[in-house]
């Protein structure tokens, strides 16, 4: 029988635990990463949603910013979603000119494009390779443009000044989200993220 992959959720802010529960129902194991030596061993990793600055500045504290922009250059598999989106964009729009990412895809993003938490909403979108999802929009980003290589998976449906707007990706085996699978018991796109993990070990 092969092992369940082992994948780490960064600890530092955001919504750790409901990732940990995602990912045990994706069949995957899941650890806590809050040093540069927790990294060690991962098969995957999973950016979590919070508030990317304070998340920026802290992955600087921990001394984690390096060795995670090496991890994702080297071919890591990473899952981003909301501030893990941002962190892992190429470019961030309406940031802080000191915030900090990760890397990993080729987009450009927006933070906070939805407006307020008082903006937050939900909505059913069509998720390529996972099918129709209930999504939670929370201080959500989105996507402005992506770079060659990028697949868009998902957009705001509807006839709404949002719509249309891209809010789900992936390159390679980088995979992001606007909005936060995590909170709603639906575990297919945590699903999907493991499977892009097993495909790197096979």
């Known amino acids: 029988m092969v092992a369940a992959p082992r ?14 529960r995602a990912l045990l129902a994706a ?3 899941s650890s806590h990463v809050r040093r540069p030596e927790h990294l060690d061993d991962l098969d995957g990793l999973v950016l979590p949603g919070g508030e990317s600055t304070t998340i920026s500045r802290l992955l600087e504290v921990f001394e984690l910013l390096d060795p995670l922009r090496k991890l994702v250059a080297d071919g890591l598999p990473v899952y981003g979603s909301c501030a893990g989106m941002i962190l892992l964009a190429r470019e961030v729009l309406d940031g802080r000119p000191d915030q900090q990412g990760v ?5 450009v993003v927006r933070r906070n494009a939805f407006g307020r938490q008082v903006d937050s909403f939900e909505a059913d979108l069509d998720f390529a390779e996972v099918g129709s999802v209930h999504a939670v929009f929370i201080r959500a980003p989105w996507v402005e443009s992506v770079g060659e290589g990028v697949q868009v998976l998902a957009t705001v449906p509807g006839g709404g000044p949002a719509a249309g707007r891209v809010v789900a990706v ?3 085996s980088v995979l992001a989200t606007s909005f936060h699978p995590e909170l709603t018991g639906d ?3 945590h699903g999907r993220f493991v499977d892009l993990v097993k495909e790197t070990l096979a």
């Open 7 to 20: 994948v780490g959720v960064l600890a530092l802010q955001g919504d750790v635990r409901e990732h940990d």
């Open 103 to 107: 890397g990993g895809l080729d987009v």
């Open 170 to 172: 992936r390159q390679g």
């Open 27 to 29: 069949g995957a194991v």
């Open 187 to 189: 575990h297919r796109v």
